[in-house]
């Protein structure tokens, strides 16, 4: 029993001219060409149509004696509508005209119209016509694949050719087995690609170069380079095509050198290259280590026609814009002259903003004032590097004058853009706004709620992207673990690594972002087990590690795998560097640090904000406090935290009035300060008794800086007015704190207490520490307190009770 005829999805009506008749009926009634000759402005109407159709025109008006052998007339009018800006209306009236001459099962008519129908995006109308039409005739069963190939239907032009061969009386023939081959290329079936090669090889060992082309691509598509090449060598004969299809893989594989080989031979072969041939060589040809073999494909393409073609043009300068030779890309532009098409503006655009987003800006405005719009690739590329609001949105007014608000790259650029301005608002409101969205629209705005710490939202969007029916790749994992960077996320990322292993089965491409969103949950044993169980461990996952071993405390172990790093042969990047910096600082190893200080600036990656902020954390920690600044003079733009560094360092080793005036330079440069920075500036204020300086930034927190105080910024003030004897208005100032004091601020204030002398509010202050849990350093205090006001039997009243509590040990550095 035959297997039942292929169709979308439901039953179909089984006379597809009639629909189609029906819905070109008003469109019939009315004056069209097919009516008859019409009397008057005929030949001007007729002018206007292909030589096919105004030929069928005419044989059709002058009667059934002059129609009656026209079946290829049918044919070629329905194929001229395909090529031709003809309305689709006419053509179903063809169509139509054909059904009541009885030609609608004609193998040349049925053909011709499912191929139409298939280009028009009409497949389901394409279909029908094929089951109305004649089933015993190859060429209709290569139009329905072609169809179902063109349209996406993969698996169903697969399916078709299956049906072709297994129930049908049709012998495939080059056409089939192309489009068969074609389906499996699309649709990555590798299997199925080989059981067709199979069948090729048994039915027709000789078969032509058009098919050994199709298996070409097959196996290139399906990443089988191997096969390919060797399918490619075995051709007896190969064309343009079959040489341009061998080159794209090898370009689709991002294997340049093997690119450049194979044109050389094809070249010395004798055959010569088209504008595919070329556009795709350029594309290989699109980084910094190919701009040589860039310029000889360029003097490759002056000596041909093709330097005339638009395409070509736009590949050469998008070329060297990636190859970041941007004078070439501006001499291939001068060259154009006076350039018309808006392709290549947008190509040179797109190819100066990578580099200069200024100078783009005011290309733009040359090409709008020519009259020429921007495509959307030229959109997205000014949005990729627009880092300041203002200009984001006036680019953001020109898309939507122009049309390209809903464009799925447009609007992905455009939420990104404003993510990366700090605009997370507007950011979410284009994408929600976005009437359809793609895998990159999801990533980026997960990535842009990940990147500014809103961890809950990028779940949110996560989880939507989920329910819209997208599988998450390797690529938007990547930003929903790195939204798992605290202790309360590793639920979360639990969740995310198990999800990971249920529908890929694996996590070997992630395995660096597990490490490390383990490690930034302080889960280093999760993390640890993730890294050992990676056989292949490259660099990135080397620095994951010892990034997670550095920030949770594990120094020797960050240290020993640091050195199994070293003798490995692997390359110390910023990463591993400033993690080691940073662990020498907390170790007091400043000899290992200027090791690594002098490494840094050997393999440039001393200019690297986090290597050098390390190397001014290493220096003040260690009170060495003229490197450290000289250091951080070379930086050119300090972040907060290295302004809190080269802050605390002063304050730390004696410097207060440095660490002031280091205070207000960064105030002066528009850096915000944060709490960090602002407990080192009161420590200084507290060391260098300025205690009116302390007060004026302490109240200058709220109002000026927008920073809540915390118990951290109340004990650094009690700590002030406790050094310059001001106990009574630090005790009013604990009283007065808007939140319940510490162990740690009464403790400050018993340690004032013991300096001055004032055994009275060091009753006081006993007694509310008393009423907290007792820390083991303040008996020492206590005594002393009571010893230096001759209350002995005080003394041994507290070394008494100090029997029952558990004392911390001293530690040291050295």
Same mark, same amino acid.
């Given at each position: 029993?035959?297997?039942?005829?292929?169709?979308?999805?439901?039953?179909?009506?089984?006379?597809?001219?009639?629909?189609?008749?029906?819905?070109?009926?008003?469109?019939?009634?009315?004056?069209?060409?097919?009516?008859?000759?019409?009397?008057?402005?005929?030949?001007?109407?007729?002018?206007?149509?292909?030589?096919?159709?105004? =030929?069928?025109?005419?044989?059709?008006?002058?009667?059934?004696?002059?129609?009656?052998?026209?079946?290829?007339?049918?044919?070629?009018?329905?194929?001229?509508?395909?090529?031709?800006?003809?309305? +689709?209306?006419?053509?179903?009236?063809?169509?139509?005209?054909?059904?009541?001459?009885?030609?609608?099962?004609?193998?040349?008519?049925?053909?011709?119209?499912?191929?139409?129908?298939?280009?028009?995006?009409?497949?389901?109308?394409?279909?029908?016509?094929?089951?109305?039409?004649?089933?015993?005739?190859?060429? /209709?069963?290569?139009?329905?694949?072609?169809?179902?190939?063109?349209?996406?239907?993969?698996?169903?032009?697969?399916?078709?050719?299956?049906?072709?061969?297994?129930?049908?009386? /049709?012998?495939?023939?080059?056409?089939?087995?192309?489009?068969?081959?074609?389906?499996?290329?699309?649709?990555?079936?590798?299997?199925?690609?080989?059981?067709?090669?199979?069948?090729?090889?048994?039915?027709?060992?000789?078969?032509?170069?058009?098919?050994?082309?199709?298996? !070409?691509?097959?196996?290139?598509?399906?990443?089988?380079?191997?096969?390919?090449?060797?399918?490619?060598?075995?051709?007896?004969?190969?064309?343009?095509?079959?040489?341009?299809?061998?080159?794209?893989?090898?370009?689709?594989?991002?294997?340049?050198?093997?690119?450049?080989?194979?044109?050389?031979?094809?070249?010395?072969?004798?055959?010569?290259?088209?504008?595919?041939?070329?556009?795709?060589?350029?594309?290989?040809?699109?980084?910094?280590?190919? !701009?040589?073999?860039?310029?000889?494909?360029?003097?490759?393409?002056?000596?041909?026609?093709?330097?005339?073609?638009?395409?070509?043009?736009?590949?050469?300068?998008?070329?060297?814009?990636?190859?970041?030779?941007?004078?070439?890309?501006?001499?291939?532009?001068?060259?154009?002259?006076?350039?018309?098409?808006?392709?290549?503006?947008?190509?040179?655009?797109?190819?100066?903003?990578?580099?200069?987003?200024?100078?783009?800006?005011?290309?733009?405005?040359?090409?709008?004032?020519?009259?020429?719009?921007?495509?959307?690739? /030229?959109?997205?590329?000014?949005?990729?590097?627009?880092?300041?609001?203002?200009?984001?949105?006036?680019?953001?007014? +020109? %898309?939507?004058? =122009?049309?390209?608000?809903?464009?799925?790259?447009?609007?992905?650029?455009?939420?990104?853009?404003?993510?990366?301005?700090? =605009?997370?608002?507007?950011?979410?409101?284009?994408?929600?706004?976005?009437?359809?969205?793609?895998?990159?629209?999801?990533?980026?705005?997960?990535?842009?709620?990940?990147?500014?710490?809103?961890?809950?939202?990028?779940?949110?969007?996560?989880?939507?992207?989920?329910?819209?029916?997208?599988?998450?790749?390797?690529?938007?994992?990547?930003?929903?673990?790195?939204?798992?960077?605290?202790?309360?996320?590793?639920?979360?990322?639990?969740?995310?690594?198990?999800?990971?292993?249920?529908?890929?089965?694996?996590?070997?491409?992630?395995?660096?972002?597990? %490490?490390?969103?383990?490690?930034?949950?302080?889960?280093?044993?999760?993390?640890?087990?993730?890294?050992?169980?990676?056989?292949?461990?490259?660099?990135?996952?080397?620095?994951?590690?010892?990034?997670?071993?550095?920030?949770?405390?594990?120094?020797?172990?960050?240290?020993?795998?640091?050195?199994?790093?070293?003798?490995?042969?692997?390359?110390?990047?910023?990463?591993? /560097?400033?993690?080691?910096?940073? !662990?020498?600082?907390?170790?007091?190893?400043?000899?290992?640090?200027?090791?690594?200080?002098?490494?840094?600036?050997?393999?440039?990656?001393?200019?690297?904000?986090?290597?050098?902020?390390?190397?001014?954390?290493?220096?003040?920690?260690?009170?060495?406090?003229?490197?450290?600044?000289?250091?951080?003079?070379?930086?050119?733009?300090?972040?907060?935290?290295?302004?809190?560094?080269?802050? =605390?360092?002063?304050?730390?080793?004696?410097?207060?009035?440095?660490?002031?005036?280091?205070?207000?330079?960064?105030?002066?440069?528009?850096?915000?300060?944060?709490?960090?920075?602002?407990?080192?500036?009161?420590?200084?204020?507290?060391?260098?008794?300025?205690?009116?300086?302390?007060?004026?930034?302490?109240?200058?927190?709220?109002?000026?800086?927008?920073?809540?105080?915390?118990?951290?910024?109340?004990?650094?003030?009690?700590?002030?007015?406790?050094?310059?004897?001001?106990?009574?208005?630090?005790?009013?100032?604990?009283?007065?704190?808007?939140?319940?004091?510490?162990?740690?601020?009464?403790?400050?204030?018993?340690?004032?207490?013991?300096?001055?002398?004032?055994?009275?509010?060091?009753?006081?202050?006993?007694?509310?520490?008393?009423?907290?849990?007792?820390?083991?350093?303040?008996?020492?205090?206590?005594?002393?307190?009571?010893?230096?006001?001759?209350?002995?039997?005080?003394?041994?009243?507290?070394?008494?009770?100090?029997?029952?509590?558990?004392?911390?040990?001293?530690?040291?550095? +050295?």
């Amino acid at each position: 029993m035959p297997p039942p005829r292929p169709r979308l999805p439901a039953s179909v009506p089984p006379a597809t001219a009639r629909s189609l008749c029906a819905s070109s009926a008003p469109a019939a009634r009315a004056h069209h060409p097919l009516d008859g000759m019409p009397r008057r402005g005929a030949v001007d109407r007729l002018a206007h149509l292909p030589f096919a159709l105004a =030929d069928f025109v005419r044989a059709r008006a002058a009667g059934p004696e002059a129609s009656a052998h026209c079946r290829f007339s049918y044919g070629n009018s329905l194929a001229a509508c395909s090529t031709s800006t003809a309305p +689709l209306a006419f053509a179903e009236q063809l169509y139509c005209a054909a059904w009541k001459d009885g030609l609608s099962r004609d193998a040349y008519v049925c053909s011709a119209v499912v191929d139409l129908l298939s280009k028009q995006g009409r497949l389901q109308d394409a279909l029908r016509a094929f089951e109305d039409g004649n089933r015993g005739s190859v060429v /209709c069963w290569n139009a329905a694949i072609s169809g179902a190939v063109r349209n996406g239907e993969h698996a169903l032009g697969v399916k078709m050719f299956r049906d072709m061969v297994t129930g049908s009386s /049709c012998e495939p023939n080059s056409f089939t087995y192309s489009g068969a081959l074609s389906a499996c290329a699309a649709g990555a079936e590798l299997g199925i690609g080989r059981a067709v090669h199979g069948m090729v090889l048994r039915r027709d060992p000789e078969y032509d170069v058009f098919v050994g082309t199709s298996i !070409i691509n097959m196996y290139m598509k399906c990443g089988e380079m191997g096969a390919a090449m060797n399918e490619f060598w075995r051709m007896p004969i190969r064309n343009v095509v079959s040489w341009t299809t061998a080159i794209a893989g090898f370009v689709q594989e991002e294997d340049a050198a093997s690119a450049m080989l194979l044109l050389r031979e094809m070249v010395w072969s004798g055959v010569a290259i088209n504008k595919y041939t070329a556009t795709s060589i350029l594309l290989a040809c699109a980084q910094m280590c190919m !701009i040589r073999e860039a310029n000889q494909v360029h003097g490759m393409i002056m000596k041909t026609e093709l330097y005339l073609d638009h395409v070509v043009k736009e590949a050469l300068i998008s070329t060297y814009a990636s190859a970041g030779a941007i004078h070439l890309c501006e001499k291939v532009f001068q060259e154009v002259g006076t350039v018309s098409n808006r392709s290549i503006w947008s190509a040179f655009i797109s190819g100066v903003s990578s580099h200069n987003l200024q100078r783009s800006i005011l290309l733009l405005k040359r090409m709008l004032c020519q009259g020429l719009k921007p495509n959307d690739k /030229c959109y997205a590329s000014l949005f990729s590097f627009v880092d300041s609001i203002e200009i984001g949105k006036q680019l953001h007014s +020109l %898309v939507i004058k =122009d049309g390209f608000v809903q464009a799925v790259l447009v609007g992905s650029a455009l939420s990104t853009m404003y993510s990366r301005c700090n =605009d997370l608002k507007d950011s979410y409101k284009v994408f929600e706004e976005m009437q359809e969205r793609d895998q990159v629209s999801w990533t980026s705005m997960v990535a842009g709620f990940a990147t500014h710490g809103h961890s809950l939202e990028a779940f949110q969007v996560f989880r939507n992207m989920i329910v819209d029916g997208f599988t998450p790749d390797d690529v938007s994992l990547r930003p929903i673990l790195s939204a798992c960077n605290k202790p309360e996320c590793l639920l979360k990322g639990r969740e995310v690594h198990a999800h990971a292993l249920r529908v890929f089965g694996g996590t070997k491409s992630i395995n660096h972002c597990l %490490v490390s969103m383990y490690s930034k949950c302080q889960d280093v044993e999760s993390a640890r087990r993730i890294f050992n169980a990676t056989q292949c461990k490259d660099q990135v996952m080397l620095s994951s590690m010892i990034s997670g071993y550095a920030t949770n405390g594990y120094s020797e172990e960050a240290i020993s795998l640091f050195q199994l790093m070293l003798t490995t042969g692997f390359q110390i990047d910023r990463f591993v /560097c400033s993690s080691i910096i940073s !662990i020498c600082a907390d170790m007091a190893r400043p000899f290992y640090g200027k090791l690594l200080h002098g490494y840094a600036a050997k393999v440039g990656i001393l200019s690297d904000l986090s290597v050098s902020s390390s190397l001014v954390k290493l220096y003040s920690k260690s009170g060495i406090l003229d490197d450290s600044r000289k250091v951080f003079d070379e930086i050119s733009a300090p972040d907060v935290v290295t302004w809190t560094s080269i802050i =605390d360092g002063y304050a730390q080793h004696g410097s207060s009035q440095d660490a002031l005036v280091m205070f207000d330079l960064m105030i002066r440069c528009g850096v915000k300060p944060d709490p960090v920075v602002l407990v080192s500036v009161l420590s200084a204020c507290g060391r260098n008794g300025l205690v009116e300086e302390g007060l004026k930034h302490f109240n200058s927190m709220r109002t000026v800086y927008g920073v809540e105080p915390m118990l951290h910024h109340y004990c650094c003030m009690v700590d002030l007015l406790g050094r310059s004897g001001r106990l009574a208005e630090a005790k009013c100032f604990i009283e007065s704190m808007p939140v319940k004091p510490d162990l740690m601020v009464w403790s400050t204030l018993l340690a004032a207490c013991r300096v001055h002398d004032d055994a009275v509010l060091g009753r006081f202050v006993e007694n509310k520490i008393r009423e907290e849990n007792y820390d083991s350093g303040c008996f020492a205090t206590l005594s002393n307190i009571r010893a230096n006001s001759g209350d002995w039997e005080g003394v041994m009243e507290i070394r008494k009770s100090v029997k029952d509590v558990k004392k911390e040990p001293g530690w040291s550095m +050295l």
